[in-house]
Structures are given as C-alpha cells and as structure tokens.
C-alpha cells in the first residue's frame, strides 16, 4: 500500500509499504481521512518519534475510516463497514500514572501506535489488540470523516482544561490563536467561561479568533499581560493557556495571570530551551503551573460527543484537503501557514 513517511518537514514522501492484514485480535481500517496535526511538524519531535530508520515511523493519528477487517478473536462489536474514529494512543490502566488519573502520561500510552508503524498518512491502519479494546469509537452518521479528524486535537484541549478549568465563569487568556488555540477557546466556551481574551502576532488570525468566538483579542506585539488587565477590570487571568511554544509567550503567561490563577503550558518550547520562573512572583499570587499531553478515551469521547452535537464548529477549521500524494503540501501549509490557513486534511484514498 502507499504511505507518507517522514523524513524532514520538508521532504515527505510517498512510499510503497507493508500492507498487513489482522491478525485474531486485531481490526484493519481503510484510512478516510487523516488531520496534519502540529505535533506533526515539529521536526525536533518528530525526527526523534518518527525518523528512524530512515524515516519510517509512526506519524499520522488524527483518523477516521472505515473498518475492513475484524479479527477472529474480536469480541468487541466493531463490524465491517463500521465508520470509526480509532486512536493510536491507548493507556495500560494499571500503572501508576494511570491509577492517578495521568493516563496520558502513562508510558503505554506514550508508546502504543498503529501496527502498520507508518501512521494513519497510509491507505490501511491496523489496530493492535489494546487499541481495539480501548481505542475505537464509532462515528455517528451525522458527522464526516473530516469533522472526525477533531476527535483527537479537541480531545488535548478539553484534557488540557481539566487541569485549567475554566468553568464557573472564569477569565481566559490563550496564548497563539493557531489551530489548538481556536480549539482551546471554543472548548474554555463550553467548559463554562465568562471571558476569554486570545492573543497573537498575526492580526489575520485575531479576525478569524472573533468569528469563533473569542470575547477581544490582543495583538501580541502589545504588552498582552497589561492589555489583558485592561480588559479584565484590572485583574490578571484566572487561566492562561498557552499554545505558542517560545520563550517570549512563556513570559507573558506568568506575568498576565492572576492571584489563584493557572497557567496551563500546552504546547512545549523545544528541549534545549529553558525558561526562567520567579518563583517569589507566584508564590504569594497561589499560582498553579500546569501542563498536558495528549487526550484519554474519556477525553476523545466528550470532544466527539461535542462535534456531534455542534457544540463546537469544527467544519469552518478546514481549510485545506489534499490528496495522499500531496502531504508534503499538507505539512508545509501547517509548519508555515499562509492565507488563513488552519486545518489541512489528508484524504489517502484520493490519488
Ligand atoms: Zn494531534
Ligand atoms: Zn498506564
């Protein structure tokens, strides 16, 4: 079968690979689509994940298709022709991490992919035995395989805000008006927010942050802890969420958020950075520093739940739908978006 595999962002390529069927208890699914997440184009990450050998890895899990084959020992009730939403990251439920309710920071979870090891950017992913048992949903007849590409992206922003809740009305700040963070802002709306402020450098993506929803926006060459406070009747942000991973956001979330606040750093800076942190400055403003990676099963079923419910518009976030061959131009538009790019989708049954 035809695969992308990764070797840098800018050299994806179309690769003829190993085609398995399913073994006793496995489930074999024709890819439909497959969402560019920006996890993908992080190319420190994703060299490191992905790269080896010779740029055969895992790459690829926002999925959705169609089932094709079901193993003999399968007792789940997935079927042939089910349309399904699957995940490659599954949790082992009994370590540690897991029994403390970290199930994404369980290494199972961290370490789970599909069997094909080239990703869902193929024709054909084959689920292991415990992603078949914890790892598939079926997708309701009212919602796309486009539109269910968003289980796994919405699934991180609704864990992310477990951890920074902004419910019971509180204030927001998020930090990148990208695609996690039109995400993060339709989800803080549906947690129960009562303000949300998004800031960034592109003004172009300021315009889009208001159409889905944000309450003002903050040109992120402005002082944006000052200008949030202005906003926020003086008061600092009682969650700040960060999906602009430099030194410069990293910053301005600890000086923009306010007494009792969180600041959620959701997406990372690169490995060799490090950020300084005063802790005197938090330390009388009770301030709690959190992170998250990934989403669990109960994550993905609330963000597909909100899909098809409508409670968050997914559909006007994709911008771009490519064909299989043309990953490559998938990856680009995500590493370096241009012309109100958000989401591209990959259809690996379109040539
Ligand atoms: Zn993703
Ligand atoms: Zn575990």
Redesign the pocket.
């Known amino acids: 079968m035809k695969a992308a595999v990764y070797y840098k962002n800018s050299d994806v390529r179309i690769e003829m690979v190993d085609d398995f069927p399913a073994d006793a208890g496995e489930v074999k699914v024709k890819v439909m689509a497959c969402g560019v997440c920006g996890s993908d184009v992080m190319e420190w990450y994703r060299i490191k994940k992905a790269g080896r050998p010779n740029g055969i890895g895992a790459f690829g899990h926002e999925c959705t298709g169609i089932v094709t084959e079901v193993g003999s020992k399968v007792t789940k009730k997935v079927q042939v022709g089910d349309r399904v939403v699957v995940t490659h990251h599954v ?9 403390i309710g970290h ?1 994404t ?5 961290q370490s789970t992919k599909f069997k094909n090891n080239y990703g869902a950017y193929a024709e054909y992913v084959v689920l292991p035995e415990i992603n078949v048992d914890r790892g598939i949903f079926k997708l309701p007849d009212s919602v796309s395989f486009d539109e269910g590409t968003f289980v796994e992206p919405l699934g991180c922003a609704i864990r992310g805000q477990q951890w920074a809740s902004p419910a019971g009305g509180k204030s927001v700040l998020i930090i990148g008006a990208g695609l996690s963070g039109l995400l993060h802002l339709q989800a803080a709306r549906s947690n129960g927010a009562g303000f949300i402020a998004i800031s960034d450098i592109n003004t172009d993506r300021l315009k889009v942050a208001t159409k889905f929803g944000a309450d003002a926006t903050i040109v992120g060459t402005e002082d944006v802890p000052k200008r949030f406070k202005e906003l926020n009747g003086g008061w600092g942000a009682d969650v700040v969420i960060m999906t602009a991973p430099v030194p410069t956001c990293v910053k301005q979330s600890l000086d923009a958020v306010g007494a009792g606040g969180t600041i959620l750093f959701f997406a990372p800076t690169n490995p060799e950075v490090n950020s300084e942190i005063n802790i005197w400055n938090l330390w009388q403003k009770e301030v709690t520093i959190t992170h998250s990676y990934a989403a669990d099963f109960k994550n993905l079923q609330t963000a597909l739940r909100w899909i098809q419910h409508k409670k968050v518009n997914v559909k006007d976030m994709i911008t771009h739908v490519f064909p299989l061959d043309k990953t490559q131009d998938g990856f680009m538009l995500t590493a370096q978006p241009k012309n109100g790019s958000l989401k591209a989708i990959i259809h690996p049954q379109e040539k």
């Not at 949790?91 to 897991?98: E, G, Y």
């Not at 920071?105 to 979870?109: G, S, Y």
């Open positions: 949790p082992c439920n009994t370590c540690n991490a897991c029994v199930t920071a369980c290494q199972t979870l």
